[in-house]
């Protein structure tokens, strides 16, 4: 449900303008999350980011990497994205599923999926880390990111926001708890807790840091 949600519900202009609504305290964690991973990227690094959306967090990506691949499922964001970065010729966007990207093993110096991707795809989350890890070059990072705990209260306020905009459904505030919200047309959003993502990177058989970044968002960092 979730996942179609975002290919087609809440894809392109709404979707921009999910992020055009955020308040101060958001916009700064939406800041932080690109710094973190850009602050990765090594010189002449390429990068590759799984569910990019309209190209918000490429957009800035692009500008510290050599080559920046961006793949979604939703052809309305990509057509956004393929318009706002029109005069970046070092992107490269294509329809992919995240869970099976159409990579050669190896490619990429680093795969990043922000923005609470890994819970907003719905779908298998170790196999998703799985074959991210194995288009991730070896030396090369994995990351994906999820909401602090002390976050909370902030997205709760920006879905509120959303809602009231008409960009979601209306929020079920009795079901909404404990890290996931619960719209009443059927949309959730939940959280990977720290504890989550320890549990998924276990038997991968890399270097994993469970990092905190701008008390706003979890990052799973993955050394291959």
């Keep these: 449900m979730t996942n179609d949600y975002y290919s087609t519900t809440l894809s392109a202009e709404r979707l921009e303008l999910c992020y055009q609504l955020a308040p101060p305290r ?4 939406l800041s932080a999350e690109v ?8 010189a002449g690094g ?11 967090v490429l957009e ?5 990497s050599s080559l920046a691949y961006g793949v979604d499922i ?3 964001s990509l057509r956004l994205a393929r318009r706002r970065l029109a ?3 070092n992107v490269i966007l294509a329809a992919m599923d995240a869970s099976k990207p159409g990579f050669d093993e190896g490619s990429f110096d680093v795969v990043c999926c922000v923005q609470n991707g890994i819970s907003s795809f719905h779908i298998d989350q170790q196999s998703l880390l799985e074959s991210a890890v194995k288009i991730t070059k070896p030396g090369g990072t994995t990351l994906f990111s999820s909401y602090a705990d ?3 209260e902030d997205r709760l306020d920006w879905f509120r926001i959303q809602s009231a905009h008409g960009l979601i459904g209306e929020i079920d505030e009795r079901a909404t708890r404990d890290g996931t919200i619960v719209c009443r047309d059927g949309f959730t959003a939940t959280t990977v807790t720290p504890e989550r993502f ?3 990177a276990r038997n991968l058989g890399k270097t994993v840091s469970i990092e905190v970044i701008d008390g706003s968002s979890v990052f799973c960092r993955i050394s291959v």
Excluded at 26 to 29: E, K, S
Excluded at 60 to 64: C, G, I, S, Y
Aim: glycine share 8%; proline share 2%.
């Design 150 to 152: 002390q976050f909370w």
């Design 46 to 56: 390429i990068v590759l980011e799984l569910g990019c959306g309209y190209g918000r």
């Design 60 to 64: 800035h990506l692009a500008t510290t």
């Design 35 to 42: 710094e973190y991973v850009a602050s990765l990227i090594p």
């Design 198 to 200: 320890s549990a998924l």
């Design 87 to 89: 005069d970046a010729r």
């Design 26 to 29: 958001v916009q700064r964690y």
């Design 74 to 76: 939703s052809i309305d």
